[in-house]
């Protein structure tokens, strides 16, 4: 969408003239508008409700997390049902995750009968499990079906559902054989049997978590899933390709908690919202400085006498942090693709403390003559050299061990461990750097 019309759209919606916002999104695709109501901020809900609810059933899902948390709880009822009628089941339970259970049970009571089931067993599961993500665009068949019996399952569903459905085999008794490729219906004979044709079908239960879920399409090149319940019956299906949306969100989720940062944050929020969700992790992050701080001012008599140190001394935080965040940038993709817990990360952790060692060799190596050039004290420069090798041996090991051990504990590692491990190696980094030239220069 171009500036010209975001701006005559903020205009219009500043002045509440609904027609004018609806005349003037009318042509726009709804990726176009649902970028346009996220910018928006306080004039969302006034864009939103201007439009049509067939427009409304596609831009609700294409809205940004924080848009929908901010729009759709202040829907009425009538409006919701309005364009959930028009929505896919899978689509509808996520849109109904944003309204308080009162709502949510008004409006599954005015939607049709059969919409109305599907979407209530979709929304007892969580939005991060596979029951939470899957759909119910499936039909069933018979082994023993032909050609013919499938093709007049398939018309009468797209009658009803206008769409297209996955084509699932299974036995008299719910047992599940696999599904049958659309193109294995075109590429075969006339009098082929289901059997014949069926390839087979990944089950996962629909309490699969959503990593342990990205972990599976990690290691497993898979078009479709099905999900079953805890009678190993078919619930519904998830389409590989249709988990794009969830990938990226995992990563910035991820990505934010990695910087204490919540999901919930947006942008366009006013700072007030900023301060409310950070102040928690800088005040401990406050604390842990005050730790190395500490530390530092246990040598005041060192630094006093030798100030040249206090000129170093971010080198040494500065290596200790990066080679840190490295371990730590490693060890918790490892946890989250489940490749990695606490039984089997003594391996990693060591590993990590090995590669600190042998980097630390090699930056020493390259500090050392830089420092005793500047300097012209050799002294310095090898105990600048030494603090530095354990720094790094001190970052691997801590950089592996302590997200483990949150995992442990049950507290996320991609929120609390940055503060840790940068406490870490400040703490030992300056500890060995100035306490080594306590002992041998002075």
């Excluded at 606490?342 to 020493?364: D, P």
């Excluded at 420092?371 to 001190?394: E, P, Q, R």
Aim: hydrophobic content about 50%; proline content about 3%; glycine content about 6%.
């Amino acid at each position: 969408m171009n500036k010209s019309l975001l701006r005559q759209v903020q205009k219009e919606a500043r002045n509440h003239d609904t027609k004018a916002i609806a005349s003037l999104l009318e042509k726009e695709d709804f990726h176009s508008v649902a970028e346009c109501i996220n910018v928006l901020g306080s004039d969302r809900l006034v864009v939103f409700t201007s439009l049509n609810g067939e427009k409304q059933a596609k831009i609700a899902l294409a809205l940004n997390y924080r848009s929908k948390r901010s729009i759709l709880p202040q829907l009425p009822d009538k409006t919701i049902v309005s364009f959930l009628q028009l929505s896919d089941e899978d689509d509808a339970a996520d849109i109904l995750q944003f309204v308080s259970d009162e709502h949510r049970n008004a409006i599954l009571e005015k939607l049709q009968d059969e919409k109305r089931k599907r979407i209530e067993t979709l929304v007892k599961y969580h939005p991060e499990t596979a029951g939470g993500l899957m759909d119910m665009n499936f039909i069933v068949v018979k082994p023993d079906f032909n050609l013919q019996d499938i093709a007049e399952k398939i018309d009468r569903y797209t009658i009803r559902e206008k769409k297209t459905p996955l084509i699932v085999a299974t036995r008299d008794d719910g047992t599940i054989i696999g599904y049958v490729p659309y193109r294995n219906l075109i590429l075969t004979s006339p009098d082929s049997l289901v059997k014949d044709i069926t390839r087979s079908l990944p089950l996962i239960s629909a309490q699969t978590k959503k990593r342990k879920l990205l972990h599976l399409l990690s290691r497993r090149k898979l078009e479709v899933i099905g999900v079953t319940d805890t009678k190993d019956q078919l619930l519904g299906i998830i389409h590989v390709s249709d988990l794009a949306q969830l990938i990226e969100s995992e990563t910035t989720d991820n990505l934010l908690q990695f910087a204490g940062v919540s999901r919930e944050e947006d942008m366009l929020d006013p700072a007030s919202v900023a301060v409310k969700n950070r102040y928690m992790w800088l005040i401990v992050n406050l604390g842990t400085a005050f730790l190395a701080a500490f530390v530092v001012s246990r040598f005041e008599n060192t630094i006093a006498q030798m100030a040249i140190l206090a000129s170093f001394m971010p080198i040494v935080a500065g290596m200790g942090g990066n080679a840190g965040t490295q371990s730590l940038a490693v060890v918790i993709r490892g946890i989250a693709l489940g490749e990695l817990a606490w039984t089997n990360g003594r391996r990693i952790i060591l590993k990590e403390a090995v590669a600190g060692f042998f980097n630390g060799l090699i930056t020493a190596a390259v500090t050392i003559p830089i420092v005793w050039w500047f300097t012209k004290d050799l002294g310095i420069a090898l105990v600048l050299g030494s603090a530095m090798i354990i720094n790094l041996v001190v970052a691997g090991f801590f950089g592996a061990m302590i997200p483990l051990a949150l995992k442990f504990f049950k507290i996320d590692p991609a929120v609390a461990s940055t503060v840790f491990v940068t406490t870490a190696t400040d703490v030992f980094g300056f500890f060995a750097f100035l306490g080594l030239a306590t002992v041998v220069l002075l």
